[in-house]
């Protein structure tokens, strides 16, 4: 293989089990979005374009989980499940007694065998971080940084709200606890060449993470971006499906097999999509990926 894919990543984390994740929209919000530290969020984000129908915020934890599960049981009877805390900043806004008790509801689902939490990198202090190792001696918890660059200056422009040195200040410490870590990264960044992204998954990699989710930037209707686009105060070079290929056998280059790289591809509801418009599910760009790979085309 030339790379370590996500099933991969689960059958090392679980050994003999197969593994779904089931997304839990939990009522959070973001440091950016709420005015703690600014407004808006960032530029590119429409969470509603990620979140499965099952997840609707009025539904208590274990009633998203268990319709989640009623989701797949059909075609996976014997299959064992994340509960992926996905929509927002899931460690943001909250107290330590009540994050724990929310985790604890997912964990208690039957089925349930381990936690992803995805956060921003400035919303975990050390008692949150404390709080996570504790559970992760119960169940296995990965927690899912958004770092989206490791370059400040875009940082800053997509209002993200938070440096680079904060995202390698929580993989530490997260890390330190026994506390699995996967990154998130987006490709094609406003302002980002090819070398900038490269040296961002250099970064990446060169910390304690186990996974990288990667995707390319989508322009998503009713955002901050598709305003800043159209009003010219923003530029972006929307990648061709042939480019993105190539860029994405860069990066596998740089990425160790220990690394896992759970996707190369965010696939939004076409109806939502400005540009790129590729009409590709994830799997068939991956199959596209795996093809070239397999020719020897780098």
């Not at 950016?32 to 969020?41: F, H, P, V």
């Amino acid at each position: 293989m030339y790379y370590t894919d996500f099933s991969t990543y689960m059958q090392r984390k679980f050994p003999g089990e197969k593994v779904q994740k089931i997304s839990v929209n939990a009522g959070f919000s973001c440091p950016n979005r709420d005015g703690t530290i600014g407004t808006g969020g960032c530029i590119y984000c429409d969470n509603s374009s990620f979140t499965p129908g099952y997840c609707f915020r009025h539904k208590d934890i274990a009633s998203q989980l268990n319709a989640g599960k009623d989701f797949f049981a059909g075609k996976y009877p014997k299959m064992k499940y994340l509960a992926y805390f996905q929509s927002f900043s899931n460690t943001f806004g909250r107290s330590v007694d009540e994050l724990e008790a929310m985790y604890r509801e997912a964990m208690g689902v039957e089925g349930i065998v381990g936690l992803i939490i995805g956060t921003r990198p400035d919303t975990l202090p050390d008692k949150v971080v404390d709080m996570l190792a504790r559970l992760n001696e119960e169940m296995p918890v990965i927690v899912e940084l958004g770092a989206e660059s490791s370059h400040d200056s875009t940082l800053a422009l997509i209002n993200r709200g938070h440096s680079w040195h904060d995202v390698e200040d929580a993989v530490l410490r997260l890390s330190r606890k026994g506390i699995s870590v996967g990154l998130h990264l987006i490709a094609g960044l406003p302002g980002e060449n090819q070398e900038m992204i490269l040296q961002t998954v250099k970064r990446a990699v060169a910390l304690p993470i186990e996974s990288i989710k990667l995707h390319h930037l989508q322009v998503l209707r009713n955002t901050s971006l598709e305003e800043l686009i159209n009003d010219g105060k923003v530029e972006v070079s929307p990648f061709e499906v042939e480019n993105y290929i190539d860029l994405c056998i860069k990066i596998i280059n740089l990425v160790p097999q220990n690394i896992a790289i759970e996707r190369f591809l965010a696939s939004s509801p076409p109806e939502k999509v400005v540009m790129p418009k590729w009409g590709l599910k994830n799997y068939e760009f991956t199959n596209m990926l795996n093809k070239r790979l397999r020719s020897g085309k780098d």
